[in-house]
């Protein structure tokens, strides 16, 4: 499975960008999927999450600024980035899970996912 992660680029602080993230097989539905991020000289850490179940779940320092959200007829997952800040410069990942219809487990840890995108590049300018 391979996923293809889009929709990053340059953006000033205060603005906005969308992630997108397709699977090459399997229904973004029956599958948990999540965004991690890595920025500059830091370890990869957990965004946000949604699971097959459609509950969403968000690290703190994006929540109320970050949506995650998924479309099953386009086999899209996204991630709708608002009020972007310096420190949200990153190269975004999106992964999904290899298990479908799992129950439980911990969407934050990068253990849960067995699939990765090859990462989008999200830089903003203060």
């Known amino acids: 499975v391979q996923l293809q992660a889009s929709g990053g680029g340059v953006v000033q602080a205060g603005g906005s960008l969308r992630l997108s993230c397709i699977p090459s097989?399997?229904?973004?539905?029956?599958?948990?999927m999540g965004w991690f991020r890595q920025a500059p000289g830091k370890g990869r850490e957990f965004v946000a999450g949604i699971r097959w179940s459609a509950d969403t779940l968000y690290a703190d320092s994006v929540k109320g600024r970050f949506t995650i959200s998924r479309d099953h007829h386009k086999n899209t997952m996204y991630l709708q980035m608002s009020s972007l800040k310096p420190e949200d410069t990153a190269v975004y990942y999106c992964a999904r899970d290899r298990q479908r219809l799992r129950v439980g487990g911990c969407p934050r840890g990068g253990a849960l996912y067995a699939y990765w995108g090859q990462g989008t590049l999200v830089t903003v300018s203060s």
């Open positions: 097989k399997g229904s973004v539905s029956h599958h948990d």
